[in-house]
């Protein structure tokens, strides 16, 4: 089984910065895509980003285009989230998942999630 792990979340200012990381069980992932979701409380699981296995191609829904980045070290194990500017609306549960190949709407792997809390 592949096991997430998520870490950085935490509270922060309005237009301040948060980086997200999230670590595989495995030494290596190369061959998985991966992406973050997240849940705010009374709404629905949304998309937010995905990056593919290669790293090469990258996917953002338009409410972060601009202001979050997701990148990964296949050498570390790890992908990340840099949140830059944020909203109070960012404000959410942050799950990172993980798919081999392709991430679907719903993905086969899930982390725990961990809380990005934006004051204003």
């Known amino acids: 089984q592949v096991q997430l792990v998520e870490s950085g979340g935490g509270l922060v200012q309005a237009g301040g910065s948060l980086r997200l990381s999230c670590a595989a069980s495995?030494?290596?992932?190369?061959?998985?895509?991966m992406g973050w979701f997240r849940q705010a409380p009374g709404k629905e699981r949304e998309f937010v980003a995905s990056i593919s296995w290669s790293g090469t191609s990258v996917n953002y829904a338009d409410s972060v285009k601009g202001r979050f980045t997701i990148s990964r070290d296949n050498a570390k194990n790890t992908v990340s989230l840099q949140m830059n500017s944020l909203k109070p609306e960012d404000t959410a549960i942050y799950y990172c998942a993980a798919n081999l190949y392709v991430l679907p709407r719903v993905p086969e792997y899930w982390g725990q999630g961990t809380q990005v809390t934006v004051s204003s």
């Open positions: 495995r030494r290596t992932f190369s061959n998985y895509a």
